[in-house]
């Protein structure tokens, strides 16, 4: 795979935030907002009444999550290549950096307020720009759900980011392993 293109990353940046969508939905499903004079008044979606933010958060997290399950799922099936890993240090703990993100809304974000919702808008792109840039896409909590863990490794050739679903454990550890981008690889199946 080699390089990620940009939307792609954009699209795996949202997915880290799908539980903060469905918070989302969940809290604002009966707000109603005024866009330029506009009511916008929650609509019924079979028996229940959504807001516009709630249908765009629970489509945004279906979009992202499917999207980085399939992506996951094209690499670990490739072919890969043998890596004998020479030391690791599990980095699991990675997960936790987005606490601060997810907390912070509940503190101050009132959901019928156009201005808290931009204000979130605005510190949320901010947050993506710097992920983006510093290559920190795999520090996302839908990867533990779907039971990943994440190790710095280090090879005879370099030092990368490992996602696997394997406990690495011991010494003389040789896995199959495919690039996702710089840096990160994913195990693959043998």
Do not use: C
Not at 84 to 90: A, H, K, L, S, V
Request: without cysteine; hydrophobic residues 50%.
């Amino acid at each position: 795979m080699g390089r990620i293109p940009s939307w792609a990353k954009v699209v795996l940046f949202l997915s880290s935030y799908s539980p903060l969508y469905i918070i989302v939905a969940l809290r604002a499903h009966d707000a109603v907002h005024s866009i330029l004079g506009y009511r916008l008044e929650p609509v019924a979606v079979g028996f229940l009444e959504l807001s516009y933010l709630s249908i765009g958060s629970l489509i945004l997290t279906v979009v992202s999550v499917a999207f980085l399950t399939i992506m996951i799922r094209m690499n670990r099936t490739r072919q890969g290549q043998l890596s004998e890993i020479e030391q690791y240090r599990n980095r699991s703990d990675m997960f936790t950096e987005y606490l601060l993100v997810y907390i912070f809304p509940f503190i101050v974000f009132e959901f019928a307020n156009v201005f808290d919702v931009a204000a979130f808008l605005v510190l949320f792109v901010t947050v993506a720009a710097i992920v983006i840039r510093s290559n920190r896409l795999f520090v996302n909590p839908v990867l533990v759900a779907f039971r990943y863990r994440v190790y710095e490794v280090e090879t005879e050739q370099d030092k990368r980011i490992l996602l696997t679903k394997d406990r690495l454990d011991g010494n003389d550890i040789t896995i199959n392993t495919a690039r996702i981008s710089s840096e990160v690889y994913i195990t693959t199946r043998q």
